[in-house]
């Protein structure tokens, strides 16, 4: 079973920047692909970006492209999202989550692992 440990939240000004990580334990993490997904108060969780197996594809949602890079490093075990003019909009709880698949995929019924996720808040 593979462990998901996101860290690097926190309170940011917007148009501020932050660097998201997340840790998995466990092998064959390069084996599949990851992304991030993020859930606001009384909102439902939303896909945010995701990266395929090799680093190589990358897929963002609308709210976030040209603003938000995500990418991956398979020696350390480790998915990155950088955010970058974060919005106020951008608040919310960050998760990492890994994907039964080696490819990149928007849907949550893609995943099969989540992280414990991490608190973004952006002030105006």
């Known amino acids: 079973q593979v462990q998901l440990v996101e860290s690097g939240g926190g309170l940011v000004q917007a148009g501020g920047s932050l660097r998201l990580s997340c840790a998995a334990s466990?092998?064959?993490?390069?084996?599949?692909?990851m992304g991030w997904f993020r859930q606001a108060p009384g909102k439902e969780r939303e896909f945010v970006a995701a990266?395929?197996?090799?680093?190589?594809?990358?897929y963002y949602a609308e709210s976030v492209k040209g603003r938000f890079t995500i990418s991956r490093d398979n020696v350390k075990n480790t998915v990155y999202l950088q955010m970058n003019r974060l919005k106020p909009e951008d608040t919310a709880v960050y998760y990492c989550?890994?994907?039964?698949?080696?490819?990149?995929?928007?849907?949550?019924?893609?995943?099969?692992?989540w992280g414990q996720g991490t608190q973004v808040t952006v002030s105006s």
């Open positions: 990266i395929n197996w090799s680093g190589q594809r990358k």
């Open positions: 989550s890994r994907s039964s698949g080696s490819y990149y995929y928007t849907a949550i019924s893609e995943y099969e692992s």
């Open positions: 466990g092998r064959s993490f390069s084996d599949h692909g």
